[in-house]
C-alpha cells in the first residue's frame, strides 16, 4: 500500500482546498472554531449511531479512525496554543515535537470516550482561537523553530495558519472517513435545507 502524502505546508492542499496566501486572520480564525465543531459533531452525531463503535474503525490499517484524527485535531489545538504563549514570552522559541505519531499509542486514541473528545475538541478550538485573534501584526511576525514537517524558523501567523489547515484537513478525513465505515441509517434521505435562507429573504418586509 502507498503510504498517504503529507499535505503541503504553504500554498494550496489540493486535497482539501485550504490556501495558505490566502485569507486575513480573523476569518481564519472563525473557520478553524467552525470547522473543530463540525468535527466534534461529526464524532458526536457517529457515536450516537446505531454502531458508536464506527468512531474506532480505520478503513484501512494505515488510516487513521475517526476517533484518532479527532483525538489529534484536539491534541494540535493544545499544543498549537501553547506555542503562542511560549513564542510571547520568548525570543526565538525552540518548539519541543509533539510526537504526532507516538501519541496515538500512548495516549491510547482509541479508546478514548468520544463524547468528551468532542467536547475537548470544541474547546480547544476556541481557546486557539481566542489567543490567536488578539495577536497584532508585529506578533504575527515572530520566529519560532518549528519541527514540522522539516526543522525551519516559522512565524506565528504561518501557525496560526497550519494549524487551521490540520483543522480544514482533518475534518476532511473525518468525514471521509466515517462515510466509509458508517452503516446505513433508514429510513434515508432528509432533504437538505438551504431553503430557510431563502425564504427569509422571500419574506415580506413588516411595516
Ligand atoms: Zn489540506
Not at 464506527?54 to 506555542?83: F, G, K, M, T
Request: hydrophobic share 40%; net charge negative; aromatic share 6%.
Amino acid at each position: 500500500m502507498t503510504k498517504k502524502q503529507q499535505p503541503p505546508v504553504d500554498g494550496l492542499c489540493e486535497e482539501c482546498g485550504f490556501n495558505y496566501d490566502t485569507g486575513e486572520l480573523q476569518g481564519t480564525v472563525t473557520l478553524l472554531i467552525r470547522q473543530g465543531a463540525e468535527c466534534a459533531m461529526a464524532l458526536t452525531k457517529a457515536a450516537a449511531g446505531p454502531d458508536p463503535d464506527v468512531v474506532r474503525l480505520r478503513p484501512e490499517p494505515e488510516v487513521w479512525s475517526a476517533i484518532e484524527y479527532a483525538c489529534h485535531v484536539r491534541d494540535v489545538l493544545e499544543v498549537q496554543r501553547l506555542r503562542i504563549a511560549q513564542c510571547l514570552a520568548e525570543e526565538r522559541p525552540v518548539y519541543a515535537p509533539m510526537d504526532r505519531t507516538g501519541r496515538v499509542k500512548e495516549a491510547k486514541y482509541e479508546d478514548q470516550n468520544p463524547i468528551e473528545v468532542a467536547a475537548a475538541l470544541t474547546r480547544f478550538a476556541r481557546e486557539f482561537g481566542a489567543a490567536a485573534r488578539v495577536l497584532t501584526p508585529p506578533q504575527l511576525g515572530r520566529l519560532g523553530l518549528y519541527n514540522y514537517p522539516v526543522r525551519a524558523p516559522r512565524t506565528l501567523g504561518w501557525i496560526i495558519r497550519h494549524t487551521a489547515h490540520e483543522i480544514q484537513h482533518h475534518r476532511q478525513d473525518i468525514l471521509t472517513i466515517l462515510a466509509k465505515v458508517e452503516p446505513p441509517i433508514i429510513p434515508a434521505p432528509k432533504p437538505s435545507e438551504p431553503a430557510a435562507e431563502d425564504a427569509d429573504t422571500a419574506s415580506a418586509p413588516l411595516s
